[in-house]
């Protein structure tokens, strides 16, 4: 069935980019509600941006929301990806700020949070979207398709000249609480580069190594403490590309495979599908169907494996 949260809960932290304090609250949500943002510090006009493919503008490094009036909310994936994970359909997100916390640099934060309030059924079957043929879009040397699946498979492959990072490849199936132990707690990670030339534009103002962002330099990795994964730039790179994913509006019976993909490829690869004709059919759920979705059968033990 679809489900929400059975109370509202509060994470408060930093922008990542703009380097400001955010407060940011997630409520529970009528049946068939979806998930929508709510800019609390906008007194007038349309504050409500829908968490829709549809309202991703171009942008960088993040994924950003806008609604027709202009209003914006961005670094949605960790949240997003959060969500689709637990296995949760509605939800009102009230924020005071132009982007979401980044907490930790992965979804752990929010993972923590949705699990400790409790996800409640409401009675109401789940449709979700079941791609039909392979649809694939390419830019340079990224590519990201969608192909037919019984469930949500994320197959993923980066390749940076890093040694500390280098090629790597990682491929799971995202059904029985699988994002929630292996992907959940995977941080941003970026080149040292990276973040001199980003903080230059006024980017990643809010990035702290070691805090909430993974930073490699050659063959060294910067950041203290390490990694929580040997191969944790993979794994957030499937991370990012659930949240991206969950912006299809519904769940996905897909199998995603990206190479070098970012978060505009794969809202390029939504907008692809939705306007290839035949290529998907929104479907009811059934018993086995609803068995492989994100966030089903997620066990109270499963909040252990959140770092």
Not at 90 to 118: C, K, T, Y
Not at 122 to 141: F, K, W
């Given at each position: 069935m679809q489900a929400t949260l059975r109370s509202s809960v509060q994470f408060t932290g930093m922008g990542l980019h703009s380097g400001r304090p955010v407060r940011m609250t997630v409520h529970p949500a009528a049946a068939s509600f979806g998930i929508w943002f709510r800019r609390t510090d906008i007194e007038d006009g349309d504050t409500l941006i829908p968490a829709r493919y549809d309202m991703v503008p171009p942008s960088q490094l993040c994924t950003k929301l806008r609604n027709e009036a202009g209003v914006e909310v961005?670094?949605?994936?960790?949240?997003?990806?959060?969500?689709?994970?637990?296995?949760?359909?509605?939800?009102?997100?009230?924020?005071?700020?132009?982007?979401?916390?980044?907490?930790?640099?992965?979804?752990?934060?929010?993972?923590?949070?949705?699990?400790?309030?409790?996800?409640?059924?409401?009675?109401?079957?789940?449709?979700?979207?079941?791609?039909?043929?392979?649809?694939?879009?390419?830019?340079?040397?990224?590519?990201?398709?969608?192909?037919?699946?019984?469930?949500?498979?994320?197959?993923?492959?980066?390749?940076?000249?890093?040694t500390a990072i280098g090629r790597q490849a990682r491929e799971l199936d995202l059904s029985n609480g699988h994002f929630v132990r292996e992907l959940c707690d995977s941080r941003t990670f970026c080149r040292q580069a990276d973040v001199d030339a980003m903080q230059a534009s006024g980017l990643a103002l809010g990035g702290v190594p070691g805090e909430n962002a993974v930073v490699f330099d050659g063959d060294a990795i910067t950041s203290p403490g390490g990694l929580r994964h040997v191969d944790e730039p993979v794994r957030h790179k499937m991370l990012d590309a659930l949240g991206d994913l969950a912006l299809a509006g519904a769940p996905l019976l897909a199998e995603y495979e990206g190479t070098r993909a970012g978060h505009m490829l794969t809202n390029q690869l939504l907008r692809k599908l939705f306007a290839t004709p035949g290529a998907w059919r929104l479907v009811e759920c059934d018993a086995g169907q609803r068995a492989r979705l994100p966030g089903v059968n997620l066990h109270p033990q499963d909040l252990a494996a959140v770092a």
């Open positions: 961005s670094t949605v994936e960790h949240v997003m990806a959060a969500l689709a994970g637990c296995g949760i359909h509605n939800a009102m997100i009230e924020i005071d700020g132009p982007e979401v916390p980044i907490m930790d640099g992965s979804s752990a934060h929010f993972v923590r949070g949705f699990l400790a309030r409790g996800v409640q059924d409401q009675g109401a079957a789940i449709h979700a979207i079941e791609v039909l043929t392979p649809v694939t879009v390419r830019s340079g040397d990224a590519v990201a398709t969608l192909k037919p699946s019984d469930g949500l498979k994320i197959r993923f492959e980066i390749d940076f000249p890093d």
